[in-house]
């Protein structure tokens, strides 16, 4: 069995297609349920990852798989053939280094980006509470979420790190001259949402609502905190909201043209910025079309990602050089421990067919690797793998399997 993946991302798809293609709440048991049904005798085990860049699977199973599956998995869902043209697909240590790119925001639309860490750890955390992510890559995933970390604090990708909420705030910056006095509904209650909050707080944006689908209390800090609305009361607030933020799951727009045209009319013309973090998006396309909104999705936030880019682009470079630094250290140290477990095994098969007198007689042994030689209870190979081994190292072994 094999480390495997795949997905598309921003590189691969637009925003159109992507959004079409999101494991999450609303489809995550189904999803589950078919993966572990229709290819669970050649998968060890599995997760996703869905972020507004990217949805991709991994799996550990046996190799060359990944077409058929990802071919199947997309037919089970619904989605449409044309995702199928940004699908890629990766395996060994070519995996192992997108997932670490990945995770250290490498790889992100947002060169850097800070939150995509949080969603991929958030992601080995559900999947191995929800019993399906164990054993081998769990390991992976795991050393993997631990280079990211490396790449971030050994090289400035992560200094002043860029983020979604980060760039959102610079896109209000840009349109109101003073954003402090504004006032700022988040729909949604999330990890991105709550990025939000706390970074327009800090940039002095006080006057906050949020919505969400239940009533749920954030604390962003000892100064402040809030208790959600229930989306039922999205209506009435946006009458008074000057930026308007959402980030929800959600497989339909919860905010349609209508609504604000409707709450144009009771603010006066007075313009409103919308920005939908969504994927799929949150808000119809449509809104584009008043004269008084003004609409910017995800894919729109490309337009804001250049600010210090060849300085970002220089530590990336570096930060990659780190990944691929720890991934041959860490192949080396997995050749070596799955060495000593091969060779743990074949001698603890020899262990168990001694007597007491004749284990006593190997450990007292000047010369072990005559006495193994003789017992012809392993293979070639693995008598060839524990001969390697010198009289110290064999000792240890055969005492530490005595004591378990």
Request: net charge negative; glycine share 6%; with cysteine.
């Amino acid at each position: 069995m094999e480390l495997q993946l795949f997905g598309i991302n921003h590189k691969t798809s637009k925003l159109s297609e992507r959004e079409l293609f999101i494991i999450n709440d609303s489809n995550q048991d189904d999803f589950i349920n078919f993966f572990k049904g229709e290819f669970g005798d050649f998968i060890e085990s599995f997760y996703a990852l869905s972020t507004c860049n990217r949805t991709e699977v991994y799996f550990y199973g046996d190799p060359g798989t990944a077409i058929s599956i990802a071919h199947k998995t997309l037919e089970f869902l619904g989605w449409n053939d044309s995702i199928r043209q940004g699908l890629y697909f990766l395996d060994g240590e070519a995996a192992i280094e997108h997932m670490c790119c990945v995770a250290s925001g490498l790889d992100s639309q947002v060169l850097g980006e800070q939150e995509i860490l949080g969603q991929f750890k958030k992601s080995l955390q559900t999947y191995t509470r929800l019993g399906v992510l164990y054993g081998q890559l769990q390991d992976f995933s795991k050393e993997i979420l631990s280079i990211a970390k490396a790449a971030r604090t050994e090289t400035k990708i992560g200094f002043n790190p860029l983020s979604v909420s980060g760039l959102a705030l610079k896109i209000v910056k840009e349109i109101f001259e003073d954003p402090t006095h504004q006032t700022l509904t988040i729909v949604g209650a999330g990890q991105m949402a709550m990025s939000v909050i706390e970074n327009f707080y800090d940039n002095g944006i006080k006057n906050i609502h949020a919505l969400n689908r239940s009533k749920k209390f954030i604390e962003i800090n000892d100064s402040f905190s809030l208790v959600t609305n229930n989306l039922s009361k999205l209506a009435t607030l946006i009458q008074t909201t000057d930026i308007l933020v959402t980030s929800v799951n959600s497989l339909l727009p919860i905010i349609g043209k209508g609504l604000i045209e409707d709450a144009m009319k009771v603010r006066a013309n007075k313009p409103m910025l919308l920005i939908d973090l969504g994927v799929p998006r949150n808000v119809e396309d449509q809104v584009r079309d008043l004269e008084y909104a003004y609409l910017f999705t995800i894919e729109d936030i490309e337009l804001v990602t250049q600010e210090n880019l060849d300085d970002r682009y220089v530590e990336a470079l570096k930060a990659k050089q780190v990944i691929k630094d720890r991934i041959k250290v860490f192949g080396r140290d997995r050749i070596k421990k799955q060495y000593r477990n091969d060779v743990y095994e074949a001698l603890k098969i020899i262990s168990s067919s001694l007597n007491e007198q004749d284990y006593l007689e190997l450990l007292s042994s000047d010369d072990p690797h005559k006495l193994l030689q003789e017992i012809d209870l392993v293979s070639n190979e693995q008598l060839n793998q524990i001969l390697a081994l010198n009289s110290h190292a064999i000792f240890s072994m055969l005492k530490e399997m005595r004591s378990a």
